[in-house]
């Protein structure tokens, strides 16, 4: 088992890193939504949803 990690290091390295980089840009988008923010920044009247990702206050 010792030698199959060794001989993996770097792929298992690379996984985890790839790993936490999608859960801070989950929890991101999260805070995100949470907060009311919108990801796009772009003209909402050509959008699809601009009803729905802008709510009335």
């Known amino acids: 088992m ?6 993996n290091l770097a792929t298992i390295l690379v996984c985890f890193v790839l790993l936490v980089i ?3 840009v ?3 988008l999260i805070r995100n939504k949470k ?5 796009c920044g772009c003209n909402c009247a050509g959008c699809a ?6 709510p009335e206050h």
């Open 2 to 7: 010792l030698a199959w990690v060794t001989a």
């Open 22 to 24: 999608a859960a801070l």
């Open 26 to 28: 989950i929890t991101y």
């Open 49 to 54: 949803l601009h009803g729905s990702c802008h």
């Open 35 to 39: 907060r009311g923010r919108t990801a």
